[in-house]
């Protein structure tokens, strides 16, 4: 039995994968800075502000998963919340990429996340692929210092899959339930213009991508983790609202309130632009979920109906 080691287990994306994997038949270890009795997998400690880490979480494990990082829109942009998002990925990172040197442990991949805000926070007709270059703004300096661990694992001549990931798309929290919220409540609007893209992905298919990435010895480098079709934030919202049977009767929301209320982090929800699965598609990864309609529907149309009036 193969044992997989998850940072960033605990949260949405690391639940469902930690779910899939047992029942593929891994074991599944997590990295935590918590006492190991909270949880259901066999659970280890570390502290990445401390550089520190249970030495058997890298002695054990056959494949490490790197999905740990504060979340980017939970809080206002300040200054001290910037560097916690930076170094919530880049000390976990760099603590994961020197524990496997230091145990000299030939793991058999490394699969870190990373994030379709490597291409930068601009809205544009251009579809960014993996072979662009990093943005200079906040999000894409952010992508590229947290890449660089996994850039560095596999010199050490371990297979490593970086996936750029876009917006998930789940049932249980995560960014769809904070997008419909007015909508449900019958206040549903686009933001600024609109016109700005949203890549996204079902969840589904991001926990296929990364069954791949870990079972797959040909995937190597870098992939985007998005959906191969494009939708813009007003096509989104609408959407969503005609799968509600909810009407859509408020203005868009002016780009500047969304700044007022928002700071820098407004650039999150009032910029995007298109960007590629084909090399995903290429790779053999079937979607689940290739049309928005169709991953709205499974989402939403189950809903309880507390949860939708």
């Known amino acids: ?3 997989v080691l998850i940072s960033g287990g605990t949260g ?8 899939a994997l047992t029942e593929r ?3 599944v270890m997590l ?3 918590k006492d190991a009795s909270d949880f259901t997998y066999s659970t280890y400690q570390w502290n990445p502000d401390e550089q520190e880490i249970a030495h058997d979480a890298i002695a054990r494990a056959d494949y490490v998963v790197h999905l740990a990082g504060v979340n980017i829109s939970e809080k ?4 001290a919340r910037k560097r916690e998002i930076v170094e919530s990925r880049v000390k976990s990172g760099k603590l ?3 524990s496997i ?3 000299n442990k030939k793991i058999n991949a490394f699969i870190s996340a990373s994030a379709v805000g490597y291409y930068g926070a601009e809205t544009s007709e251009k579809i960014f692929s993996e072979t662009d270059y990093p943005a200079s703004d906040f999000l894409g300096s952010t992508c590229e210092a947290w890449e660089k661990p996994a850039g560095a694992i596999s010199k050490q001549g371990i297979r490593s899959v970086i996936l750029r990931i876009g917006v998930v798309l789940a049932r249980e929290g995560g960014a769809l339930q904070k997008m419909i919220s007015p909508i449900k409540y019958g206040v549903g609007s686009a933001l600024g213009d609109g016109k700005q893209y949203i890549p996204w992905i079902h969840v589904d298919d991001l926990i296929g991508i990364l069954l791949k990435s870990i079972e797959d010895e040909q995937m190597k480098g870098v992939y985007n983790a998005v959906a191969p079709e494009s939708t813009t934030n007003e096509s989104f919202t609408k959407l969503a609202a005609d799968i509600l049977k909810k009407p859509m009767l408020m203005p868009k929301v002016p780009a500047f309130v969304l700044r007022l209320a928002l700071g820098e982090m407004a650039a999150i929800v009032l910029k995007g632009s298109r960007v590629s699965a084909e090399k995903i598609a290429q790779a053999g990864y079937k979607f689940i979920h290739p049309e928005l309609k169709t991953a709205l529907q499974d989402l939403l149309l189950d809903l309880p109906p507390e949860e939708v009036n």
Do not use: C, F, H, I
């Open 96 to 98: 994961l990429m020197d």
């Open 76 to 79: 206002k942009w300040t200054d």
């Open 25 to 27: 038949g891994y074991e």
């Open 12 to 19: 949405l994306v690391g639940q469902q994968l930690a779910a």
């Open 101 to 103: 040197r230091k145990n």
């Open 1 to 3: 039995m193969s044992t």
């Open 31 to 33: 990295l935590s800075r």
